[in-house]
């Protein structure tokens, strides 16, 4: 089976633009997380989205925002691009179900976006 | 919410010994804590997890144990390879609004000399 599968993989942007990242989770999975990775630190938690809704999100500015489709497949939008946002975007899928626990992620390779 | 320490940043070892790599967390409510590795340029991959209703869990070289009352748990790795070389992250969950997510300690950078 296919895993956690991301695009573009690289992404060159100015300040100021806007970008969208694209995620399809293993089959099967519901829950489409996104985390964002600085380099030298560890992912930090941006959204969670569990059955087309919104169910965590990080401490991120509004500038950020995503949707999952029926599909299950999720895109990661960012608006207004400022130097900083350069980062490592990490999908991550589950087998969550609301109530049975944490289950684990289980990420894809990511899109490195750049930020000129 | 959940905060995660994870130490050393870095841990050098030869070939053929053990490492360990340790992490701290605050919420008593976290029940599953998994490890990920990550190589240079690749995505994290899970290698391990354990949740808090046992006290360690084994996968050939590697192995990682939880003390719930002391809120920390460890990855163990014995007979270390080159291969092993990596960065290695802790994890626990938090609870956001209706669904979870998981903090991540900062990461410890194992290196394996042959």
């Known amino acids: 089976d296919a895993g956690v599968t991301q695009s573009p993989t690289h992404l060159i942007k100015t300040r100021g633009q806007q970008v969208t990242l694209r995620c399809s989770p293993i089959?099967?999975?519901?829950?489409v997380s996104w985390y964002q990775q600085v380099l030298g630190q560890g992912p930090q938690f941006i959204f969670q989205?569990?059955?087309?809704?919104?169910?965590g999100r990080g401490n991120f500015p509004d500038r950020f925002s995503a949707r999952q489709f029926p599909n299950y497949s999720s895109e990661l939008n960012v608006n207004a691009l400022l130097l900083g946002d350069s980062a490592l975007y990490l999908c991550?899928?589950?087998?969550?179900?609301?109530?049975?626990?944490?289950?684990?992620?289980?990420f894809g390779d990511g899109t490195r976006l750049s930020i000129l | 919410g959940e905060n995660v320490e994870q130490h050393p940043s870095t841990l050098s070892v030869q070939e053929g010994d053990s490492a360990v790599i340790k992490c701290t967390y605050s919420?008593?409510?976290?029940?599953?804590f998994p490890w990920y590795k990550q190589e240079l340029g690749k995505r994290p991959q899970l290698i391990i997890d354990?949740?808090?209703?046992?006290g360690e869990k084994k996968d050939q070289r590697i192995a990682v144990t939880l003390n719930k009352t002391a809120k920390h748990f460890s990855l163990h790795i014995t007979e270390t390879q080159p291969e092993d070389s990596a960065v290695y992250f802790c994890?626990?969950?938090?609870?956001?609004?209706?669904?979870?997510?998981?903090?991540f300690g900062k990461g410890t950078t194992l290196s394996v000399s042959s």
């Open positions: 991550a899928s589950s087998f969550f179900r609301l109530g049975t626990g944490e289950q684990p992620q289980h």
């Open positions: 089959s099967g999975h519901k829950s």
């Open positions: 989205y569990y059955e087309k809704e919104e169910r």
């Open positions: 919420d008593s409510a976290s029940n599953y």
């Open positions: 354990i949740r808090s209703n046992v």
């Open positions: 994890a626990a969950p938090t609870v956001y609004q209706a669904g979870t997510a998981l903090i």
